[in-house]
């Protein structure tokens, strides 16, 4: 048994998250340390790799069009996974930053957003090539599907498009 000492402030914030979620205080804290020995401490010591755009594109261009959707599938559940660890719930508000974050680190330029009354219509450019584009537009098909969104995805050998309807 661990005794563990929490100012009172941080104790009603944590027993009040728990309990929104049908956990007690000791089960929430004990899947939170679960998860940062699952995922954060070994990750931690992993550092950025920069891979230039050039090789990036050629290392897509190699790969085939199953090979692509393969790797989407499996690229879109674990970026659900990171949104719902990182303390989001599933919804197109969460979708909209992962999209501007992936934009801005794995894509190397920023979405061009515009938002209306019924929907939001997200445009990437980037220089990666066909199956780049291909590939990034599909793992945003399978992350929108798997987080019950409704998207409609498309892509051009330079440009990934995106349109959000909203509820």
């Known amino acids: ?51 230039p755009k050039a090789m990036l594109a050629t290392l897509f ?3 085939d069009r199953e090979n692509l959707e393969t790797l ?9 996974n990171i949104i719902m660890l990182s303390g989001q719930e599933p919804s197109a508000e969460s979708a909209l930053d992962f999209v501007r974050k992936v934009s801005k680190y794995f894509m190397g330029t920023d979405a061009r957003i515009k938002s209306t009354d019924h929907s939001i219509s997200i445009a990437i450019r980037h220089d990666g ?10 793992s945003f098909v399978h992350l929108f599907q798997r987080m019950e969104i409704r998207a409609f995805v498309d892509h051009d050998e330079t440009t990934v498009f995106i349109r959000i309807d909203k509820p």
Request: hydrophobic content about 50%; glycine content about 2%.
């Open 72 to 80: 989407a599938k499996k690229w879109a559940a674990e970026a659900r």
């Open 61 to 63: 261009s190699l790969i």
């Open 129 to 138: 090539g066909v199956n780049f584009s291909y590939f990034t537009a599909q």
């Open 1 to 51: 048994m661990i005794n563990l000492r929490v100012n009172d402030q941080s104790f009603n914030i944590i027993r009040d998250f728990a309990a929104n979620r049908g956990l007690s205080v000791n089960a929430y804290l004990n899947s939170v340390i679960d998860s940062e020995a699952e995922w954060f401490i070994p990750t931690s010591s992993y550092a950025a790799v920069t891979v």
